[in-house]
């Protein structure tokens, strides 16, 4: 199978964020739906405590940063980069 080309791929962000890790993706999928959520390709990548590292498509940041905004209990966004070693750090 062929390679795709960089212009093909889907550019991808990741979020450090703070909370209650079970709720993530049920306040996504409450959020913004599950048509919305496979749109996103939600992905989590590490987990320490109540720290996760998730990873997302770069067009949805916005619409996931609304879910945890209008989520009642308190999922807090903490930092937001293009590379994994940028929140390796803070994790």
């Known amino acids: 199978m062929k390679a795709l080309k960089p212009s093909s791929r889907e550019k991808k962000r990741y979020?450090?964020?703070?909370?209650?890790?079970?709720?993530?993706?049920?306040?996504?999928?409450?959020?913004i739906g599950i048509?919305?959520?496979?749109?996103?390709?939600?992905?989590?990548?590490?987990?320490?405590?109540?720290k996760a590292i998730i990873s997302m498509n770069?067009?949805?940041?916005?619409?996931?940063?609304?879910?945890?905004?209008?989520?009642?209990?308190?999922i807090e966004v903490e930092r937001v980069s293009g590379t994994l070693k940028g929140l390796g750090r803070k994790l």
């Open 15 to 31: 979020l450090l964020v703070r909370g209650k890790i079970k709720d993530i993706e049920k306040c996504v999928l409450d959020g």
């Open 35 to 50: 048509l919305g959520m496979s749109k996103t390709a939600l992905r989590f990548i590490t987990i320490k405590g109540e």
């Open 58 to 74: 770069r067009e949805a940041v916005d619409s996931v940063r609304a879910c945890f905004a209008i989520w009642p209990e308190k």
